[in-house]
């Protein structure tokens, strides 16, 4: 059971360039998240997705697009990467977002670094 | 919006002794979670809260969620340098979005 997996671990682009961080889960979760983490900001939602076909914008949601054509991939794309972009990103996921108590804990992938040059 | 204060933002603390975080929201919360994020690492769950006044321990750790369920804290026991790492807390109303603080980064002196 691999749990949530984020590949790049670590990526440098050059601003203007395009990319997508991949994300994929295997506990059947509904729920998949991005997050972008920097130094005193904590953890801020970017994009979510409460299943299949459904994404939502979160607290960050400009220069990223996501899409959620199945319950296990959520990847997040960088359209045009800016500086400002250059951060630790985390994939989260959990069974669902409200209803029984416990089914709205977070799994975190390993985490995504990325520099923006 | 709903937002998650976290006060101190760092903590140093010598192995031993005792501290506490707390984590402050600015709207009325069905529950509170907790998670640590060791150095390099990913966040991992490490409880949820979900009544008023509620009290959790785990082993040094105690977790309070406040009577308004506006406030929480961590009071660890004897630090250990088991211990560094970021905690943060992650509330969220009936309904919304979870909100994570902005943490507290805690340093063990041995």
């Known amino acids: 059971n691999a749990g949530v997996t984020q590949t790049p671990k670590f990526q440098v682009l050059k601003t203007g360039q395009s990319m997508t961080l991949q994300c994929a889960q295997d506990m059947n979760h509904e729920y998949m998240s991005w997050y972008r983490q920097d130094p005193g900001m904590g953890l801020r939602l970017i994009h979510y997705?409460?299943?299949?076909?459904?994404?939502d914008q979160g607290e960050v949601p400009n220069g990223y697009n996501v899409s959620r054509s199945t319950t296990e991939d959520f990847p997040l794309r960088l359209l045009s990467a800016a500086p400002s972009q250059t951060s630790v990103y985390f994939c989260?996921?959990?069974?669902?977002?409200?209803?029984?108590?416990?089914?709205?804990?977070?799994?975190f992938g390993a985490g995504s670094r990325l520099t923006v040059l | 919006g709903q937002q998650v204060m976290q006060i101190p933002q760092y903590q140093h603390v010598q192995e031993g002794e005792d501290f506490t975080t707390y984590c402050n929201s600015s709207?009325?919360?069905?529950?509170i979670q907790w998670y640590k994020q060791r150095p390099g690492g990913h966040p991992v769950f490490l409880i949820q809260l979900v009544k008023s006044g509620e009290v959790k321990k785990q082993k040094r750790l105690t977790f309070q969620f406040g009577e308004a369920k506006k406030n929480s804290s961590l009071h660890i026991t004897a630090t250990q340098t088991t211990d560094v790492g970021t905690y943060f807390c992650?509330?969220?109303?009936?309904?919304?979005?979870?909100?994570f603080g902005g943490g507290t980064r805690v340093l063990v002196k041995p």
């Open positions: 709207t009325t919360l069905s529950n």
């Open positions: 992650a509330g969220s109303a009936a309904g919304n979005k979870l909100t």
């Open positions: 997705s409460v299943g299949a076909g459904i994404t």
């Open positions: 989260a996921s959990t069974l669902r977002r409200t209803g029984v108590s416990g089914a709205n804990v977070l799994t």
